[in-house]
């Protein structure tokens, strides 16, 4: 099968890759570029386990095609922290204990950022909404939704 040749950016560098026709976007961050952060939890869209976002968008990396990336703006896990310095978003995640696992962190914390840059003051019952796309099967939600309610804080104040 001939690949598909891409060029798109993501996290703000510009990446040329190629991948299969049939190679989702999850496959080619994991496989090809490198970018482990998104996890595969389910493979058909149901746990945001992969969740990334595509030109302001929140997606399930695994339920887009690598190829459809061409031209797109992507944004990955990988793309919060400014080298040693982590986002509020992952910041107040430690702080308040909001992980075990980890597995599901990484499509928490794109969700919610994705969330705050749309809202940046939302009440609980928003954030809960905004994240009901994110299954977590160790630390129940409310640390999430109180990590996500600190960081929301701390971004409207800087």
């Not at 990336?69 to 978003?89: F, S």
Request: hydrophobic content about 40%; overall charge negative.
């Amino acid at each position: 099968m001939a690949g598909v040749a891409v060029s798109t950016t993501i996290n703000g560098d510009h990446v040329e890759y190629l991948c299969q026709p049939d190679e989702t976007l999850l496959e080619v961050l994991r496989d090809r570029l490198g970018l482990t952060g998104a996890k595969e939890g389910c493979g058909t869209g149901d746990c945001g386990a992969c969740s990334v976002i595509v030109d302001n968008r929140l997606v399930c990396s695994c339920l887009v095609l690598g190829a459809e990336a061409e031209g797109r703006q992507i944004e990955t896990i990988e793309g919060m922290a400014h080298g040693d310095q982590l986002h509020p978003l992952q910041q107040k995640f430690l702080e308040h204990a909001a992980l075990q696992c980890g597995i599901c962190t990484p499509g928490f914390l794109i969700a919610a950022k994705d969330l705050l840059a749309k809202n940046p003051s939302p009440t609980e019952e928003e954030i809960r909404f905004g994240l009901a796309g994110n299954l977590c099967r160790c630390t129940g939600y409310d640390k999430i939704v109180r990590a996500v309610q600190d960081a929301a804080n701390v971004m409207k104040g800087a």
